[in-house]
């Protein structure tokens, strides 16, 4: 009973801390450069809440999976490159899983970064997701652009651009969760990472859901 009592307390505590946005207080008067950390509180979440993704921004919907090369994307844009399964797309920024509509609609044109998640300047979890489908021959079609993902492997290169920044990460970790397995969405972490998502095994299955996680090794001035 002592037990759960504390549990319940620290528990109250954490929620507390959240809502009235004690993480910012907290980690500000210990000298912590907040500027540069995800941090889910009350403040942030509701600031994200507000923002709304430009999905188009004047642009095409393509087909292609290697849609960019370092001399066609906008600098200060948004974008992710895999050489290993020759993809690389534009992200698009702030897309809110809840919404399906919203998502599918997104993915007309890139790559979603999920809404309530970290960006690639700050440290946290910046947290993609796309279609994939079983047969890769419709890939292009229907828009699945993470359906070649499962052959990304531990080891293998990440590279997203961002904000005129170049960020190289290196894949350390492909777990296999269920779809109610949903404490995985988050923006939270000690490191720098992004996590990308996709439904399966196998590739396009509901039944599943494969993240696909990699650390940051280092940040480089990007010039076009």
């Avoid at 620290?10 to 801390?17: R, T, Y």
């Avoid at 919907?61 to 797309?89: H, P, V």
Wanted: proline share 4%.
């Amino acid at each position: 009973m002592k037990k759960l009592l504390i549990f319940i307390f620290w528990v109250g505590l954490i929620i507390l801390a959240y809502y009235f946005g004690l993480f910012d207080f907290i980690l500000t008067n210990a000298g912590i450069n907040t500027g540069n950390i995800f941090i889910p509180s009350r403040k942030n979440i509701n600031s994200i809440n507000n923002q709304s993704s430009n999905f188009s921004d004047g642009k095409v919907a393509s087909k292609t999976f290697n849609e960019y090369t370092e001399n066609t994307i906008d600098k200060n844009g948004f974008y992710l490159r895999i050489d290993k399964i020759d993809l690389f797309k534009r992200i698009i920024e702030n897309v809110d899983p809840r919404n399906k509509t919203e998502y599918i609609d997104s993915w007309n044109y890139g790559i979603s970064h999920g809404k309530f998640t970290s960006t690639p300047d700050k440290i946290g979890i910046t947290y993609l997701f796309s279609h994939a489908v079983s047969n890769k021959a419709e890939a292009g079609e229907s828009k699945a652009w993470f359906t070649y993902m499962d052959m990304v492997k531990v080891g293998d290169e990440v590279i997203i651009y961002y904000k005129s920044k170049k960020y190289t990460y290196s894949v350390t970790e492909v777990l296999v969760v269920k779809p109610t397995d949903t404490g995985f969405y988050t923006g939270a972490s000690p490191v720098p990472k992004v996590r990308m998502q996709f439904c399966g095994p196998p590739t396009g299955s509901l039944d599943s859901r494969t993240l696909v996680d990699a650390v940051l090794l280092r940040t480089d001035t990007f010039n076009v």
